[in-house]
């Protein structure tokens, strides 16, 4: 009998932590001390790319699953949860910072699909404007001051320099989705780095545009919104760029805060090929980069974000400009087809600047490639 009773005691000490785990408003609750977390999906590691943050209602994660499902963790500085995720199902927990603040994190599975866009063999509808770097001295003073003709000194071919300026901007800071430049342009970006500020995906995106276009290389910021742009309150789009490499005659996508390039099958693309690819040759995919970025946790961060995609009509590099637009609108979104139309960014932000097509050929339109000096080709 007192055996019996030793071995009942036994099991409830061992079974206390299962009953004591403690619940919030019916939901599992992990603490933290730190805002920065971790999250394993799969066997893939994303260290420090999330913060917990208890002023938003509900901070969503999107986990991208491959197969029909797979294990997700999420670990705080001094506590964990793992659960299997699988596509079109969500998973609500709390975490409790500093231990006063309910943070509740809702984590949402999703599958790869390819968006559809409209490509008519017809004259494209919109006209853009692209830098000509015809006696720019804003460009000037960016290329010669930062030396950018030395960054890209031997490069073999259009792809490689492209390469070797995003690597090099990627450097200039830690990325901070916080802080924003005292004014919005690359110059004083780089000078406020250099002074030690660090900066969002935005000053990514505009120092490696303007640098891409100081050697004679057409670049164009891109904007990406999630598909729930309208309903999600924060984190709901990303910024990066395209370069226009004329050895290949297309558009490439690439991401500065990432330092990446995506490649299939040798052949760079553009962000909406770069959607494509995942959903359809994610094996054959490859992410390039010359600081060695990962392929599964960048194309598990950016695949929500390749939704809607929008750029200005006016993409010429300098501070006091007087932007072109088309009938009172700074930008194009290229919008799937059948999707809506979104009117709002982030719940409470006007989406009033844009025109709407569903047609990839009116968004990647060549640009005039005459009279181009200032190229650093060799």
């Known amino acids: 009998m007192k055996k019996t009773l030793s071995f009942l005691l036994m ?76 596509p079109g199902t969500s998973q609500q927990f709390y975490v409790l910072l500093h231990n006063k603040d309910y943070a509740l994190t809702e984590i949402k599975g999703f599958g790869f699909e390819a968006l559809k866009f409209n490509k008519p063999a017809t004259k494209p509808g919109y006209s853009f404007v692209y830098e000509q770097n015809q006696n720019n001295e ?59 500020k660090q900066f969002r995906c935005v000053e990514y995106g505009t120092v490696t545009a303007a640098s891409l276009n100081a050697i004679g290389l057409p670049a164009r910021r891109l904007g990406l919104k999630m598909k729930e742009v309208e309903t999600i309150e ?25 330092d990446v390039m995506p490649v299939l099958n040798n052949v760079p693309l553009n962000a909406v090929e770069f959607q494509q690819a995942i959903a359809n040759n994610y094996d054959k995919l490859e992410i390039r980069s010359l600081s060695g970025a990962s392929k599964p946790q960048y194309v598990n961060w950016i695949y929500p974000y390749l939704y809607y995609f929008d750029v200005k009509f006016d993409n010429r590099e300098g501070i006091a400009l007087e932007r072109k637009k088309t009938d009172g609108k700074q930008s194009l979104m290229l919008v799937p087809v059948g999707a809506k139309e979104p009117k709002v960014f982030q719940i409470k932000n006007p989406i009033d600047y844009c025109k709407y097509t569903t047609s990839v050929a009116d968004f990647y339109q060549a640009p005039e490639m005459s009279n181009r000096p200032g190229t650093a080709r060799k």
């Open 11 to 86: 099991l409830l000490v061992l079974l206390a932590p299962a009953v004591a785990q403690k619940t919030y408003k019916g939901l599992p609750v992990i603490k933290a001390e730190t805002v920065v977390a971790d999250y394993k999906v799969g066997s893939d590691w994303v260290k420090g790319n999330w913060n917990i943050s208890p002023q938003i209602a509900v901070d969503e994660l999107k986990v991208p699953v491959h197969n029909k499902k797979v294990k997700f963790s999420f670990y705080t500085d001094s506590d964990s949860i793992s659960f299997t995720v699988k």
């Open 234 to 258: 924060f984190g709901a789009g990303h910024v990066l760029l395209e370069v226009y490499l004329p050895d290949l005659k297309k558009w490439v996508m690439l991401d500065g805060q990432f």
């Open 138 to 196: 804003f460009l000037n003073t960016l290329r010669e001051q930062y030396n950018l003709d030395a960054i890209v000194a031997g490069a073999a071919n259009d792809t490689e320099r492209a390469l070797r300026m995003v690597n090099w901007v990627h450097q200039q800071w830690n990325h901070n989705g916080m802080n924003e430049p005292s004014k919005p342009d690359a110059l004083t970006i780089l000078a406020e780095a250099k002074a030690g």
